[in-house]
């Protein structure tokens, strides 16, 4: 039959009732008002249970449930968390307990260090490279440098290392520093380098040897975290390849000894979706065993509202 421009009968279309149809949105799962004064959890219960609203009510849950049962809740920290100012926001989750033990990358020490050290961070790379001094302020290449080099002489991994020499120092923004509360909590910390890609390795008094040798010990460290998160939570906050990888290898090295890691729950918290952390961090760990999440939004918005609800299900502090 040759095509032409004819009607299409549509007399024999068949329809069925709409309430007998499968529907993904219901008016019972719809978002409702908070009320003026309304708690924080009341602002999380009055969410849609829809999408990322849903996902974020899940996420909560996951967490609160791991502390209660002490499956552990592991962060991966990016250096941005650090940048953004929300060092006193993951402390007070720390002191909640919250968090069982960090996971974080090279350039987060150094702003955690310098924050712990002077109160500030994060230079203006676009001014300071053409004149040639990006990444040249002295004592965050002397002292970290030295940090590493004699705690991981010591026996210690790089995050050991830091976090002891800061105990040691008693920095005057101490108070401000991931790094010095892990250390008076006894949290325990693990730093995962690429070598080349921190300003530290710019500085004379970078040793590979002890860098390679303590980003090495801390994995293992961090392999024995990740195993024990049976029924636990891991999140992933701003890290796109580094973290992920490294708990790739983390999971697999747990299976290969025969834990399963069942029931895990993997967290993505980042502003844009990024490969790595989407097959690494929640589908491929929690495939057939857990559940995945990946919440997009800016890190200095998302991590307080995840924040605010995670302490609305504390008891009041007396």
């Known amino acids: 039959m040759p095509f032409s421009y004819e009607d299409f009968d549509l007399s024999g279309v068949k329809t069925y009732p709409l309430k007998s149809r499968p529907s993904k949105t219901r008016r019972e799962d719809f978002a409702h008002p908070v ?10 219960d009055a969410l849609p249970n829809i999408l990322a609203a849903a996902d974020f009510k899940a996420v909560v849950r996951a967490i609160v449930d791991a502390k209660r049962i002490d499956a552990g809740v592991v962060w991966g920290l990016g250096a941005h968390v650090v940048k953004t100012g929300l060092g006193p926001v993951v402390i007070d989750l720390m002191e909640r307990g919250f968090v069982s033990a960090i996971a974080t990358n090279g350039a987060a020490i150094i702003h955690d260090f310098e924050i712990a050290l002077v109160g500030a961070t994060s230079e203006d790379v676009d001014a300071a490279l053409g004149p040639g001094r990006f990444g040249m302020a002295e004592e965050t290449g002397r002292l970290l440098n030295g940090a590493i080099a004699d705690g991981v002489a010591a026996g210690l991994g790089i995050g050991q290392s830091v976090i002891k020499f800061l105990a040691s120092k008693q920095p005057q923004h ?3 520093s991931i790094l ?3 250390a008076r909590l006894e949290i325990p910390v693990t730093v995962h ?9 710019m500085h004379p008094a970078a040793s590979g040897a002890a860098i390679g040798e303590g980003s090495l010990r801390d994995f293992r460290y961090f392999v024995s975290n990740v195993a024990r998160l049976e029924r636990g939570v891991y ?3 701003g890290s796109a390849v580094v973290l992920p990888e490294v708990f790739l290898k983390a999971v697999a090295l747990a299976r290969n000894r ?3 890691l069942a029931q895990l ?3 993505n918290l980042d502003f844009v979706r990024h490969y790595r952390p989407l097959t690494n961090v929640v589908t491929r760990p929690t495939a057939g065993t857990g559940r995945g999440y990946s919440l997009i939004g800016h890190h200095e918005i998302m991590i307080p509202l995840l924040a605010a609800a995670l302490v609305d299900t504390e008891p009041p502090r007396t």
Do not use: E, K, Q, Y
Request: aromatic content about 6%.
């Open 258 to 260: 025969g834990l399963a």
């Open 174 to 176: 101490a108070r401000g």
């Open 193 to 201: 380098v690429a070598v080349g890609t921190d300003i530290i390795h």
């Open 235 to 237: 999140l992933n906050c």
């Open 265 to 267: 729950t993997t967290v």
């Open 35 to 44: 009320p003026r004064g309304g708690s924080f959890g009341a602002f999380v």
């Open 180 to 182: 010095a509360a892990a």
